[in-house]
C-alpha cells in the first residue's frame, strides 16, 4: 500500500497517544477514517481535529474486550464508508504487580484488552480488508513483547501474544497470496498516557519497587513521541515490513535479546533494582 488516500483505516485507542497521531497523519493524507476508544472525550476530539483535514470521519465508543462490539463496528465501518482498508488494533492498558500478587481478574483485564481486543479486531475486520482488494492489518505489540520487565507479567504476556498471532497470520496471508498484509509493531518507551493509567499493587514492594514513584520512574524513560511514532508505523505499512520497532530503545533491547536470550534477564533484574 503505497498510498492512503482514499483508503479508509479504523483504529482502535484513538483518543489519545498513538491513536490520535495516526489518525491525524492519515487524515493529512487524505485517508478516511473509523475512529474507536472508551474515553468518549478524548475520542471527540480527535474527530474534531481530523475532520479539519476534510476526510471523512465515523466514530464509535467500543471497549475492545467485547467481542460482539468489535464485529458490530467492523460491520458498521463498511456500511458507513464502503469499504476499509486499515485496521490499526491500537488499544492497550498495563498493570504492575508480580505474578504472585496479581489476581486472576487483572490478568484477565489485560488479556482481554491487550490480546483478545487484537484477535476480534483482526478476526472482524480480516474478510472485509480481503474484500476491499488492498488491506493491511496494524498490531501493535511492544518490546516488552521481545524481552520481558518484572512486574510487567500480564502486559509481557498479552504483547509476546499479539506477536506470535501476528507473525503467524503473516504467514498464512503470504501462502494464501492475499491481498491483505501484516505488520507487528514493538514501540519502545512512547509519551502516551498508559503509564499514568496503568493499574498497580502493592505487591510490587516485594521486588523492591514503589507503587507510587515507579510509574514516575519508568515515565523518565520514554523519549518518543506519538507523531514520532505514527510516522514510523505508516511508513512501514508502505515497506510492507514484517516488524516494526520504534525508538532507540526499542533497538537496543531487540539487539540484547538477540545476543543474550536467557542472560538479558539478569541486566533487567539489576536495573529494575536500581529503579526501585
Given at each position: 500500500?503505497?498510498?492512503?488516500?482514499?483508503?479508509?483505516?479504523?483504529?482502535?485507542?484513538?483518543?489519545?497517544?498513538?491513536?490520535?497521531?495516526?489518525?491525524?497523519?492519515?487524515?493529512?493524507?487524505?485517508?478516511?477514517?473509523?475512529?474507536?476508544?472508551?474515553?468518549?472525550?478524548?475520542?471527540a476530539e480527535t474527530v474534531a481535529q481530523a475532520k479539519a483535514f476534510g476526510v471523512n470521519v465515523t466514530s464509535q465508543k467500543l471497549d475492545v474486550s467485547n467481542k460482539d462490539g468489535v464485529h458490530a463496528w467492523?460491520?458498521?465501518?463498511?456500511?458507513?464508508?464502503?469499504?476499509?482498508?486499515?485496521?490499526?488494533?491500537?488499544?492497550?492498558?498495563?498493570l504492575g504487580s508480580t505474578v504472585e500478587g496479581m489476581s486472576y481478574d487483572e490478568l484477565a483485564w489485560v488479556m482481554n484488552i491487550n490480546f483478545w481486543g487484537v484477535v476480534y479486531g483482526t478476526k472482524a475486520f480480516l474478510p472485509y480488508l480481503k474484500a476491499s482488494g488492498e488491506g493491511h492489518i496494524i498490531n501493535i505489540s511492544s518490546i516488552?513483547?521481545?524481552?520481558?520487565?518484572?512486574?510487567?507479567?500480564?502486559?509481557?504476556?498479552?504483547?509476546?501474544?499479539?506477536?506470535?498471532?501476528?507473525?503467524?497470520?503473516?504467514?498464512?496471508?503470504?501462502?494464501?497470496?492475499?491481498p491483505v498484509?501484516?505488520?507487528?509493531?514493538?514501540?519502545?518507551g512512547?509519551?502516551?498516557?498508559?503509564?499514568?493509567?496503568?493499574?498497580?499493587?502493592?505487591?510490587?514492594?516485594?521486588?523492591?519497587?514503589?507503587?507510587?514513584?515507579?510509574?514516575q520512574n519508568f515515565e523518565k524513560l520514554f523519549r518518543t513521541t506519538p507523531v514520532e511514532a505514527a510516522n514510523v508505523i505508516l511508513k512501514?505499512?508502505?515497506?510492507?515490513?514484517?516488524?516494526?520497532?520504534?525508538?532507540?530503545?526499542?533497538?537496543v533491547?531487540?539487539?540484547?535479546?538477540?545476543?543474550l536470550p536467557t542472560g538479558y534477564q539478569k541486566i533487567v533484574s539489576l536495573s529494575t533494582k536500581l529503579m526501585g
Open positions: 500500500m503505497k498510498s492512503f488516500t482514499n483508503k479508509v483505516a479504523a483504529i482502535t485507542g484513538a483518543g489519545s497517544g498513538i491513536g490520535r497521531a495516526l489518525a491525524l497523519n492519515l487524515a493529512k493524507q487524505g485517508c478516511h477514517l473509523a475512529l474507536s476508544d472508551v474515553n468518549e472525550t478524548g475520542l467492523a460491520d458498521a465501518v463498511v456500511r458507513d464508508h464502503g469499504k476499509v482498508n486499515l485496521i490499526f488494533n491500537n488499544a492497550g492498558v498495563a516488552f513483547g521481545l524481552c520481558s520487565q518484572p512486574s510487567q507479567s500480564a502486559y509481557n504476556a498479552s504483547k509476546f501474544a499479539v506477536r506470535g498471532f501476528t507473525e503467524a497470520l503473516r504467514q498464512e496471508l503470504d501462502i494464501e497470496n492475499a498484509s501484516v505488520t507487528c509493531v514493538h514501540p519502545g512512547i509519551k502516551t498516557n498508559i503509564a499514568k493509567a496503568a493499574k498497580m499493587n502493592d505487591s510490587i514492594k516485594s521486588i523492591g519497587l514503589n507503587p507510587s514513584t515507579s510509574t512501514a505499512v508502505q515497506k510492507d515490513s514484517r516488524r516494526a520497532l520504534i525508538g532507540s530503545d526499542a533497538y533491547v531487540d539487539a540484547m535479546q538477540r545476543l
